[in-house]
């Protein structure tokens, strides 16, 4: 993200569209990207070349400074890295409580909004163990 902390793109627009640099690598990717245009100050982030508490300093300064009033993430579905963009906006909403923030995944093709529980609830395995026990079951019977 090399962007001053205090763009004024972002003072003016007030929403911060954070998206996977690798999203950019098909043109149709590249078309979900554009879609937010209109909306939102984006900018790429890789979170595989990029530390995630250096994303959170910044996008912690950019707030402040900016007023910002949403930051949003768009991942590729599924990425071990990816998936740390979307931790790192919950960590700065726990700071900024009047922050807004969406998350959202591309997924075959389409961009699906990804409610901040089940971001939030994607951190502690041993929760997800037990809320999809359903699904070990179902697994256990189709398979024998």
Not at 52 to 67: D, P, Q
Not at 85 to 113: C, F, Q, T
Not at 114 to 131: G, K
């Amino acid at each position: 993200m090399t962007v001053s902390v205090s763009d004024r793109r972002i003072r003016e627009r007030k929403r911060l569209l954070l998206y996977s640099t690798c999203l950019t690598r098909s043109a149709a990717n590249l078309d979900l990207v554009s879609s937010f245009s209109n909306d939102y100050v984006s900018f790429s982030v890789c979170l595989e070349s990029t530390h995630m508490n250096m994303v959170g300093f910044k996008l912690l300064g950019t707030a402040i400074r900016t007023g910002l009033k949403e930051v949003a993430a768009l991942t590729v579905d599924g990425s071990p890295h990816c998936i740390q963009l979307h931790y790192v906006l919950e960590e700065v909403a726990r700071v900024l409580p009047d922050l807004n923030v969406r998350h959202m995944v591309v997924s075959k093709g389409h961009v699906i909004e990804i409610n901040p529980r089940t971001v939030r609830n994607s951190r502690y395995l041993a929760r997800l163990e037990e809320e999809c026990s359903w699904y070990q079951e179902d697994e256990r019977e189709r398979h024998g």
